[in-house]
């Protein structure tokens, strides 16, 4: 977004890779970056925060199955959240509620129709003791598909965005339908699987998707959990993706409290966080680091934290695709997943992996910027222990090294990115758009979104010596023996290509390059 100077364009023509052996390469520019990776200490291990929101089968007539991209990038685990149908039990969608994410009204009909096809327990009066009662065919497919992408599935009980919101008619009668489905698809019950399904979150945003009272919502969830545990105790359950996590109040401190006195079963407590008002890397952390002490301070310190939606803004309108496709949010997420290397968090899932919104693939399967991002980190965990690197920071210019088991690969993973220095806020332009075109999407009542809480605004944040890096890679674990050089990078007109290989030798290695905000590269050091 921002103009090159000319100054500038000459100082990225005139750089050139530079490999030697010790410490020969100029590496004095100084508006490069100076780090240093130690291959010889490592400092722990490379953690995997490879999880989406979005099945790789396609929830939407056209789209494309994703397996292959799924299994491309590392996925670690998937959030069966907004599925329209499949995964859902009691779902009910009008063209008014799907107005806001679906503009077309034949898309919307689609959508519609669909979902009440493809939910679960189609009949509420049904017995839910019953194989007959249950739709399972569609979901089926998408656990399937979860399953052969290698990915985990997180199991979210709950409707999609757009759905009705009042709770359920019957607690018990809702808890012993999501019992059965847990027995379905881990024991086999009414001809299923046994997918070994550990995560059971039950419900999505209750400040946003749930009209009842939080009392009826302590309930439903009490209930539920112990239906969960009663099938098999080793099942993780726990709620309640909160889309306001530093905002104390009912569905916050009161679920908490609800849980601890009552002693229900709680194993997880899930959050959400975008970046609209800030555009910054870390929030994600400071959000995570205040979870861990409302959590500890009840209690609950071996309960997991888990950011069960993440991405730089909200606004699922066309009109953000642009910017969440783009090369700009690429490297903020890039930034978040290695800001997140150091976090109190347990695991998260971006929102979305698919095609749909701001999903990390285009309608035909292929790579979408951001998805070359989520590449790079995922070939990073072939390299799972982390060695100590130096020079980056928290504000965008992040680097991760780590070393294989075997002691034949070294990767450096560098990401830089910048904090606009001015913004508005897509979660306004969104709604600003949505009033003047009479589109609402139904909230409870009771919302206040004037109270929205996020982290303070760091300030005194200042870009410098950010135009490039100046590496040094010392103690490679190889001794002198020959190996190759490989660099990859991911720019506003590089799709993460091969732009370096080379043969070299020696114990150290130094590099000098140009990557400007926004950029990505990954530089992978191997011996045979």
Known sequence: MRAISFVFCLLIAASAA??????????????????????????????????????????????????????????????????????????????????????????????????????????????????????????????????????????????????????????????????????????????????????????????????????????????????????????????????????????????????????????????????????????????????????????????????????LSADFTKDEEPELSSMENAAFIGSVLMNLQDAQLDFAHLYRGDTLWMGLFNNDGSYRKPAYTFRATGMMLDTPDRVDASGGDTNGFNVLAGRSRDNKRVQILIDNYEIPAQHTPPIFRMMQKMKEQGISIDTPTNVDLSSFKYPPVRTGIRYSNNKGYSLTVSNLPWGNRPFTIKRYRLTKTEDFNLVEQKKAEGATASFSNPLPAPGLELIVLETK
């Open 18 to 311: 530079l490999y030697s052996q010790g410490n020969s390469g100029d590496t004095s520019n100084k508006q490069f970056r100076t780090l240093a990776v130690d291959a010889g200490t490592v400092t722990g291990t490379i953690r995997s925060f490879q999880g989406v929101n979005g099945p790789p089968y396609p929830v939407k007539a056209g789209l494309p199955n994703l397996v292959k991209q799924y299994r491309d990038l590392r996925v670690s685990s998937v959030r069966t959240h907004d599925s329209y149908g499949p995964t859902e039990i009691d779902a009910v969608y009008t063209d008014k509620s799907l107005k806001a994410l679906f503009p077309d009204a034949a898309e919307r009909l689609q959508v519609a129709k669909a979902s009440q096809e493809n939910s679960i327990f189609k009949d509420w009066n049904a017995d839910p003791e019953k194989p007959e009662s249950y739709n399972f065919g569609p979901t089926d497919k998408i656990i399937q598909a979860i399953r052969d992408s290698g990915a985990e599935v997180y199991y979210r009980v709950g409707r999609s965005a757009g759905g009705n919101l009042e709770p359920p008619r019957d607690a018990a009668r809702y808890a012993a339908i999501v019992a059965h489905i847990a027995m379905h698809y881990n024991q086999g019950w009414a001809r299923g699987s046994h997918s070994g399904i550990r995560y059971w979150e039950i419900w999505n945003e209750p400040q946003f998707f749930w009209s009842g009272t939080p009392q009826q919502f302590y309930e439903l969830y009490d209930k539920t959990a112990r239906a969960l545990k009663a099938v098999d105790p080793t099942l993780k359950v726990g709620t309640d993706a909160n889309a306001m996590p530093l905002n104390d109040g009912p569905y916050r401190e009161g679920l908490l409290d609800y849980i601890r006195e009552h002693e229900a079963p709680f194993d997880f407590y899930s959050w959400h966080i975008y970046a609209d008002m800030s555009f910054d890397p870390y929030d994600a952390v400071v959000i995570a680091s205040e979870t861990r002490l409302l959590l500890d301070h009840r209690g609950f310190t071996k309960v997991e934290s888990i950011l069960s939606e993440w991405n």
